[in-house]
Nanobody, 116 residues
Framework: QVQLVESGGGLVQAGGSLRLSCLASGSISEITSMGWYRQAQGEQRVLVAIISGNRIDRADSVKGRFTISRNSAKNMVALQMNSLKPEDTAVYYC???????????WGQGTQVTVSS
């Protein structure tokens, strides 16, 4: 089992920055990827960015603005969000996958609101 706790959401004006953090506990050694997804109101949850080993993937909509990082202990993943736009408004969810897809874990979500 893996538990995920997110922090760092909030309200920011367009062009501003926010940093989201996600702390994992439990079976950390089994985690094979960690990342962030977001779900805007009335829409499906979509990938924002993910780290798996040395590979990083990001949605085209956030390239050049968002940076994902993971600490050396591999129990924390952060999402630095710069040049925020109103369309980035969503609930952001931390995700961890263990054993190359055997289990999938989600945080409780944190609201990010970008005002125009």
């Amino acid at each position: 089992q893996v538990q995920l706790v997110e922090s760092g959401g909030g309200l920011v004006q367009a062009g501003g920055s926010l940093r989201l953090s996600c702390l994992a506990s439990g079976s950390i050694s089994e985690i094979t990827s960690m990342g962030w997804y977001r779900q805007a109101q009335g829409e499906q949850r979509v990938l924002v960015a993910i780290i798996s080993g040395n590979r990083i993937d990001r949605a085209d909509s956030v390239k050049g603005r968002f940076t994902i990082s993971r600490n050396s202990a591999k129990n924390m993943v952060a999402l630095q969000m710069n040049s925020l736009k109103p369309e980035d408004t969503a609930v952001y969810y931390c995700n961890a996958v263990t054993n190359w897809g055997r289990n999938n874990y989600w945080g409780q979500g944190t609201q990010v609101t970008v005002s125009s």
